[in-house]
């Protein structure tokens, strides 16, 4: 099990770009899958993107596509989330999840472990 904390949302207008980090606790961090998902209000959480712990990608949502990049730091236990070009469709609050297994399944219910979310805002 690990604890995660989900830190860099905020306020920005449409176009901006915005950092989102994910800080895990645990020697065992490298060796968990990492997702950030999204939840607005009235939608259900859908995912983002996933990175697994060998570092590979898995296939970015399409909101996500061109504009969102996942990275990992496993020496910081870092999972990080670079949003540009940010849309108000973007609006949500998001969570990054881990799960002990090489691939970042896109499907929440998966993950054991998450974070207690960041606020994203996009306005016009």
């Known amino acids: 099990q690990v604890q995660l904390v989900e830190s860099g949302g905020g306020s920005v207008q449409i176009g901006d770009s915005l950092r989102l980090s994910c800080v895990a606790s645990g020697r065992t961090f490298p060796t968990y899958a990492v997702g950030w998902f999204r939840q607005a209000p009235g939608s259900e959480r859908e995912v983002v993107a996933g990175?697994?712990?060998?570092?590979?990608?898995?296939p970015y949502a399409d909101s996500a596509k061109g504009r969102f990049t996942i990275t990992r730091d496993n020496a910081k236990n870092t999972v990080n989330l670079q949003m540009n070009s940010l849309k108000v469709e973007a609006t949500a609050v998001y969570y990054c999840?881990?799960?002990?297994?090489?691939?970042?399944?896109?499907?929440?219910?998966?993950?054991?472990?998450w974070g207690q979310g960041t606020q994203v805002t996009v306005t016009s």
């Open positions: 999840a881990a799960r002990p297994q090489n691939y970042a399944s896109n499907s929440a219910r998966y993950y054991d472990d």
């Open positions: 990175i697994s712990r060998d570092g590979r990608v898995t």
